[in-house]
């Protein structure tokens, strides 16, 4: 027989395994993205909350986000129209999306859980202030959380205590973090981690930055990276809209694709090829945010299905797939949303779509490696670069048959030479930061006239 | 003093700014940390400056001069100023790594100042990288190199790709040319090679951090830059922060320091102006029957300590 008080095995989680197990898969920098994702959500809904089409021409310029770090402090504020006390009460510092909470309009937030793994991740000694505007005028309140505090206080209560506050300048939330972890601190101390950052706000805000959203780093507004596709002659990206319903809500994709950059003239792996430099790939964005950036992995179809592996050959080409809907939750976003849910069907079927621009650049890049090479340069010369917003609509993408060569057998030339020397070549020959083909090449032609002369 | 330190003091006014300003603040730092049995590493050619200061301010018995060039090796052994100096010849790339291997120097607080001969390039950067992640607890690293702009592209549209090129990813995206301009390119290399240093300590968790010490950008007939810190462990840490947190801390450098090369008639009778707690004018200078640009008699009104005594050169 099993007593009656032996009836039930013990599961509850406790409170140190819960903050533990939610900041262990996470990067700091996709964080402090959660909570530029919050902010975010709420300058979207107060400028209206429609599907982020590009398209779209909401306006945000009247929003700001500000982001200060150093070895002792995180500090983020935004203008964004702030928490409501009821919603924090009910809502936003519930682990997890509560079943009968509403669902924000086209938001980028959905789990539940961005902002209290964000500030358990960051630091222990955590202060949330929120100035609304409420029935009465404008209202505040905050919320401190001493994380030692909460954990020691047991895990039979996971709440926190809520206390009155000034008014911020504006309707917004304020949240600050001390006490940082030593991880994060050692990361605030590294310029490298700053500027990275900035980097990856200008990329993957890069639509909503756009729309005149001001988001600052130490003070310095970041300019959003200007995404651009190459068009003219004869070439063309595609650009197509798709209507799904899933659970009778609307599901807006678009899809775009071509070239975003020349192709590399050869693709020899061991030149001075910088693939973090390189922002060919695939892209996936989610209401409005860039999950997944430049991507060439079998997440987006390459080396999957008889498509063939991310090669080299192929940078230049860029594609951009779109998903926006009234619920997040629809859409394939993981949680820390910095990749796709590759399970989701949504998304598995608009990845048959990504394959056909995909192949028709693989063919182009083979074709090209066959051909003249003043005849292909001819032909790209004629193409600019323009904003994805003004590409037009058309299903497929558009490139120049090219034809492939007479041939005068080739003989490759491949050697190595000390890289201080080269550069001292390379500044000798005019430029420092010459290729390495081209030193090669441009001393060849040198040692050629020297000593063969006329052809 | 030996001629060959007058002359050579006399026409390198900043040089001699510079290395005032780091043994100042080295022996603060010796002080604060409590450091002991300390060994001093550097490059000291034939003329040894560095390796007299750190024996005569900091009491630095041990010191270990690389020297690269075969003739410099010669006559680096020849001229060396003091018996507890040895030289060893080849590249520091080489030479530190022995030096990081024996048992004898591992648990002993460095100074080491890497004062190159050109431009900061990638091969520097490295052994700046080695040096931050291998030199022992409460460490002091020095690196001295030049900032002519001509070293970093001929034309101006390629320094900022060169300098992104060398210090990687805490270069700003939007570097421009002006910054890379003869005027700015010293304070520009200078600060974001102290944030390439800072980041290097801290993207590999080195226990204690890097304190960022010194930033001094001086223009020696070319720009150039002196950037280091203090490599702490964990106890010496707060003292070490604190030190260099001071108001009086002179080892962040904001504006160039271009002292002037002054006659003897000129300096003797700025000097005789000095110490003035207000700001010496152009006017004054003028009135006093010569004349400097501003920036010069700022430079010399900060600085006028750390010049050699040019009384000497004629003695
Ligand atoms: C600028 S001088 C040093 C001046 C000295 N520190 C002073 O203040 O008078 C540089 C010396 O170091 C040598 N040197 C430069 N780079 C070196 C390296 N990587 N390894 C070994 N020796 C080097 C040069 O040959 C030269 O003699």
Known sequence: MIPVEKSKARANPTKAFFVRMITRDITLEDCIFDLIDNSVDGAWERAGGRPMSLNNDTDLSAYKISIEIDQNRFLIKDNCGGISLDDAVNYAFTFGRRDDADTENFSIGVYGIGMKRAVFKLGSSIDITSTYVGDDGLSSFKVPVNVSDWLEAGNSSWDFDIDEADDLDEPGVCIEVQDLSEATAQSFASPRFVQDLRRAIARDYALHLHRGLVIDVQGKPIKGWSIEMRQGGDFSPMRESFKEKIDGEDVFIELLAGMEALPPDDSDPEGDWDENQNQSGWYVVCNGRIVLAADKT?????????????????????????????????????????????????????????????????????????????????????????????????????????????????????????????????????????????????????????????? | MASFDSVNYSIRPSKSVQRGIVFDGLRALCASMNLHDTVYIGFGSIWFTDFLMAHKVLGIDEMISIEASPVGYKRAEFNKVYRSISVLEGRSDERLPEIAAQVEYQARPWIVWLDYDGALDEQKVEEMRWLLLNAPPNSIVLFTFSATQNAYGARPAQRPGRVSDILGAVVPDDLTREDCSKENLPQTLATLTMDFLSSVVADNARPGGFIRSFQIPYFDSVGMVTVGGVLPGLGAAPAARAIVAEQSWKGIVDEMIEAPPMTLKEVATLQAELPFAGELTRDRVQELGFDLLEHQIRSFQRYYKYLPSFAEIVA
């Open chain 1, 298 to 455: 079998s997440l987006t179809g390459w080396g999957t299905d008889n498509w063939p592996q991310w090669h080299p050959q192929y940078s230049g080409f860029m594609g951009i797939i779109i998903f926006s809907s009234r619920r997040a939750d629809l859409l394939p976003l993981t949680t820390t949303k910095r990749s796709v849910d590759a399970t989701s069907p949504l998304y598995r079927r608009y990845r048959s779509h990504m394959r056909e621009p995909s192949k028709t650049w693989i063919a182009y890049t083979n074709a090209r490696k066959q051909s003249e090479r003043e005849q292909v340069a001819e032909k790209e010369s004629k193409t600019k670069a323009v904003p994805i917003f003004e590409v037009s609509a058309r299903s497929e993408v558009v490139l120049p048959q090219v034809s492939a060569k007479k041939r005068t057998p080739e003989a490759n030339v491949s050697y190595s030479v000390p890289k201080p020397k080269l550069l001292r070549l390379a500044t000798a020959l005019g430029n420092i930061r010459m290729t390495y083909k081209d030193v090669g090449l441009k001393s060849f032609e040198y040692a050629y006239d020297d000593l063969v002369g006329e052809e």
